[in-house]
């Protein structure tokens, strides 16, 4: 008996821990070890690996792959066929040399990105459709283009309330809370 849903497609490896009222759309794989929250919904021809973790309330649209030693925090949106990747200097052979990848509360990335490993995406951040973001990411900048740079600054419901290089002063942190349903 689970309490998430999981389309006939989609195949969620025995010791996968997943949430309740989690949704789990076609051809999605999650594998053993893997770790998605609750209230998620996982969309079409997405793979979250064995030592990848996907929070509460996130949205993972379709293609999109979560490799080991990526961290998604809870409320998290990731668009579709965006890219995550775990080793900075990969090779087809000699060892594997795994660098995590930090996806902080609220953050959305947009379609098509490309998040290179070993950073941090701040809380409420925003990254730009296309971008590759090669740095670590200030909470609710916007940041967008390759290599990413400052866009602007967003506020809890993504409208960019500011276009400079340094966060507004009157930009309050978090409030995700306040916009939950
Ligand atoms: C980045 C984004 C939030 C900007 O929105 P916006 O401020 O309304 O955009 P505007 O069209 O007013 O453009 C503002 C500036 O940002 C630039 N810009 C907009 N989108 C950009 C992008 N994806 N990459 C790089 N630069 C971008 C524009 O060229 C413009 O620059 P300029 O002032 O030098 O001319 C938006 O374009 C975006 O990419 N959203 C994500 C969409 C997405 O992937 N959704 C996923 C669910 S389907």
Known sequence: ??????????LVEEGAR????TAIWHHAHIRAGAVVGEGTVIGKNVFVDAAARVGARCKVQNNVSVYSGVVL????FVGPSAVFTNDRFPRAFGPWQRVDTLVRRGASIGANATVRCGIELGELSLV???AVVVRDVRPNELVGGNPART??????RGEVVDRGPERPPDLPFGGIEEVLP
């Open 1 to 10: 008996m689970t309490d998430y849903w999981a389309h006939p497609t989609a």
């Open 73 to 76: 925090e809870d409320d998290v």
């Open 18 to 21: 997943i949430g309740a009222d």
């Open 151 to 156: 866009l602007g600054w967003v506020d809890v």
């Open 128 to 130: 730009a459709a296309g």
